[in-house]
């Protein structure tokens, strides 16, 4: 269930005030979560890539629409919309906002200009998860 954490970085995106936007964060947990009930995720997988460089993956996947040809919807045509919730995705997994331990897990996808191999990501996403899903099929 990505809805929640969704929710909260795009919206995010969109606060410039720091203390404002850690109230955000707050609101959004209280509300959906203890307010109306939603479940809280088990685990939170930040795949951290920088927006440029995710942007240069999209436009090379076959038949992926494109800012030039007009097809990209609002969030992927605004830049400034992309950094700000990168930004926001990356202060909330270093808040681990739900307070459990390990909840929010950042996995590298690049480093500096590079883009890992995506065995590489594959990798390190079945060495966070396996534990979890084998400790909850007991």
Known sequence: DRYVDSNSGWQASKIGDVEERMRF???????EHD???LPRPDMTLFLDMDPAKARELS??????????????????SNDELLHG???AYKELAALDSYGKDG???TVPCSTDD?????????????????PMLIDHSV
């Open 25 to 31: 964060y707050r609101w959004v947990r209280e509300l």
């Open 35 to 37: 307010e109306l009930g």
């Open 59 to 76: 436009k090379k996947r076959k038949g992926n629409a494109s800012a030039e040809d007009g097809n990209e919807d609002q969030h992927e």
């Open 85 to 87: 919730a990168y930004n």
């Open 103 to 105: 909840s929010w897990i």
């Open 114 to 130: 590079v883009i890992h191999p995506i065995h590489h990501v594959h990798d390190d996403i079945v060495n966070y998860v396996m």
